[in-house]
T-cell receptor, first 111, second 111 residues
Framework: DVKVTQSSRYLVKRTGEKVFLECVQDMDHENMFWYRQDPGLGLRLIYFSYDVKMKEKGDIPEGYSVSREKKERFSLILESASTNQTSMYLC??????????FGSGTRLTVV | QKEVEQDPGPLSVPEGAIVSLNCTYSNSAFQYFMWYRQYSRKGPELLMYTYSSGNKEDGRFTAQVDKSSKYISLFIRDSQPSDSATYLCAVFHSGNTPLVFGKGTRLSVIA
């Protein structure tokens, strides 16, 4: 089975900190995605990547950046964390037009 | 109008009931339709994947797509307490374009 591993399940950071959320997949998938999930708002796409060193903005990229230096790893960076970035962050990978495989999520709290 | 609309529930049913979960979408270009199940504090997992109109059955689950009315459904027969979760519909156009998700319906199956 494809595995998508997110480095932390729970994270607490202070306002203004730079935060790195790491995601690694083990099935050589080309496409990787970062979503945040909030009650009442559902899943919202932050950034995605079709290949190494490629990135595309999703629906809510403001305050975030990403890095994909290797095919298996897709990092989400919060340049200066703010309280409105408290959320569940979900990484997913996918090959072609297949379904997503999600990681277990990182619940980030910014205080 | 949101691209994908889904009744958030919550929906509570007795064990053994037939459950019907539904979504509507606005863009007739969507060709691929999926259902994900998400348990509390976990990432979503792919349940059903269909292309174009028609039915697809997998055990107790049936996915139905009616492209003429832009309506997708998931039926769960003989529902079990282990089916208690949030169910998300998802659609996309083609190729590797990102999925667009409904907000999810929370289902509780009471023993």
């Amino acid at each position: 089975d494809v595995k998508v591993t997110q480095s932390s399940r729970y994270l607490v950071k202070r306002t203004g900190e730079k935060v790195f959320l790491e995601c690694v997949q083990d099935m050589d998938h080309e496409n990787m995605f970062w979503y945040r999930q909030d009650p009442g708002l559902g899943l919202r796409l932050i950034y995605f990547s079709y290949d190494v060193k490629m990135k595309e903005k999703g629906d809510i990229p403001e305050g975030y950046s990403v890095s994909r230096e290797k095919k298996e790893r897709f990092s989400l960076i919060l340049e200066s964390a703010s309280t409105n970035q408290t959320s569940m962050y979900l990484c997913a990978s996918r090959q072609g037009s297949g379904g997503y495989t999600f990681g277990s999520g990182t619940r980030l709290t910014v205080v | 109008q949101k691209e994908v609309e889904q009744d958030p529930g919550p929906l509570s049913v007795p064990e053994g009931a037939i459950v019907s979960l539904n979504c509507t979408y606005s863009n007739s270009a969507f060709q691929y339709f999926m259902w994900y199940r998400q348990y509390s504090r976990k990432g979503p997992e792919l349940l059903m994947y269909t292309y174009s109109s028609g039915n697809k059955e997998d055990g107790r689950f049936t996915a139905q797509v009616d492209k003429s009315s832009k309506y997708i459904s998931l039926f769960i027969r003989d529902s079990q307490p282990s089916d208690s979760a949030t169910y998300l519909c998802a659609v996309f156009h083609s190729g590797n374009t990102p999925l667009v998700f409904g907000k999810g319906t929370r289902l509780s199956v009471i023993a």
